[in-house]
């Protein structure tokens, strides 16, 4: 025992002892106790005594706790600041109650140097553990979101990541045609833009960020979706191309909402595909001039000579008309069996809608719509795009 207590347990640098061998002594000094078979009520209490210096000795470096009910504070850690100016950033913000205890878990925890630069939400009055931990868990740091809704167009979403980036929209156009640079999937050869492959859902915009590495950000999520649907074997099995699901995706997505409508318009599809007639479909006509939405185009847009025209060209249109999230694409891959031509909005503003096989059924449900159309001012005008 005595080698215990002559070994040398001061600080080099301060020459006082450190916590932890603080500690050691007091459980060395306690051994003592019980060898001498003092334990009783005397090594009770010199147990208890010992447990309550410790305490104190920690709490006068150290807060305990997670910092539940303690009020937040938004932290930056600065590019290249070491983990010393860390801790004094914590200490000033009253995260942590020294950085000595900061260091002495740095110290023990190889993982440290993997704290990252950037923006924090930490209680304040937490232990240098608990604080340590938080900055290595990347779900901690704050960041400047924005989202991408399923079906606009690349106009669109151009529109909203200049306004989330603070970047220049001309930047984010340039991206979107570089598809050489953007990470599109390898079967996508004769994609000429991002339209289709950028990916519905909601991104961390990073501190300094970049159009091009906003971009292919999207087009990666795109890319692990397709991968988890195995988009290019439910390819082969349907006889179409990937490409060609992301095409017949992008027209399901912008003529149905409802999440059971999806497959029966997938079969609509393939089966006007199937037996050569014009698809025939306004999304796609809505694309080719430049309208928002399938309703309201006038005999001029739908006399439209762009290929994307569905009411004057056969089959499908030569690229995506829009950016179709996942249901979307799952819908494109599994359509419902069934034999329908034919399908209405036979009451837009709910997204109710009328599937039918023959074109005199197709008469009747559009008969509905023109009825809905008709039944307000404001239908009439959602239906038509002007007043009557």
């Known amino acids: 025992m005595a080698t215990r207590f002559t070994r040398n347990l001061r600080d080099p640098g301060t020459g006082k002892f450190s916590g932890r061998e603080i500690w050691l002594r007091v459980?060395?000094?306690?051994a003592v106790v019980v060898s001498v078979g003092v334990l009783g009520a005397g090594g009770y209490y010199a147990y208890d005594w010992a447990s309550v210096k410790w305490s104190e000795f920690k709490t006068?470096?150290?807060y305990e706790g997670d910092g539940a009910g303690q009020p937040e504070v938004e932290i930056t850690i600065p590019e290249g600041a070491t983990l010393s100016a860390i801790g004094k950033l914590l200490v000033e913000n009253d995260v942590i109650k020294t950085t000595k205890a900061f260091t002495e878990e740095v110290n023990r925890n190889e993982d440290s140097k993997n704290v990252q630069a950037g923006r924090y939400l930490l209680p304040t009055k937490i232990s240098a553990l608990v604080a340590l931990n938080m900055l290595l868990d990347p779900t901690n740091q704050l960041h400047e979101r924005?989202?991408?809704?399923?079906?606009l167009w690349l106009t669109d979403y151009a529109t909203t990541l200049a306004k989330a980036t603070e970047l220049p929209k001309k930047d984010f156009t340039a991206a979107f045609k570089n598809v050489k640079k953007i990470g599109l999937p390898p079967w996508a050869s004769k994609a000429k833009t991002a339209e289709g492959f950028i990916f519905p859902d909601t991104y961390d915009v990073p501190d300094k960020p970049k159009a091009i590495d906003m971009v292919k950000m999207t087009t990666k999520r795109f890319g692990a979706i397709a991968k988890e649907l195995d988009i290019e074997a439910r390819a082969k099995a349907l006889k179409v191309t990937p490409y060609q699901i992301v095409i017949i995706a992008s027209i399901i997505e912008r003529e149905v909402n409802r999440e059971e409508d999806r497959p029966k318009v997938a079969r609509v599809i393939y089966n006007r595909l199937k037996q050569g007639i014009k698809l025939g479909m306004d999304s796609t006509v809505s694309y080719a001039v430049g309208k928002q939405g399938v309703i309201g185009l006038d005999d001029k847009d739908l006399a439209s000579d762009s290929p994307y025209n569905t009411r004057k060209f056969k089959g499908l249109p030569p690229g995506p008309i829009g950016n179709p999230g996942k249901l979307a694409l799952?819908?494109?891959?599994?359509?419902?069996?069934?034999?329908?031509?034919?399908?209405?909005?036979v009451n837009p503003a709910a997204g109710q809608t009328e599937f039918s096989v023959k074109y005199d059924d197709f008469l009747k449900?559009?008969?509905?719509?023109?009825?809905w159309c008709a039944s307000s001012d404001e239908n009439f005008k959602l239906c038509y795009g002007r007043d009557r």
């Open 146 to 151: 924005v989202t991408l809704r399923e079906g």
């Open 60 to 62: 006068a470096e150290d």
């Open 365 to 371: 449900s559009k008969a509905k719509y023109e009825k």
């Open 27 to 30: 459980r060395a000094m306690l």
């Open 330 to 345: 799952e819908a494109a891959m599994n359509p419902t069996k069934g034999d329908w031509l034919y399908f209405v909005a």
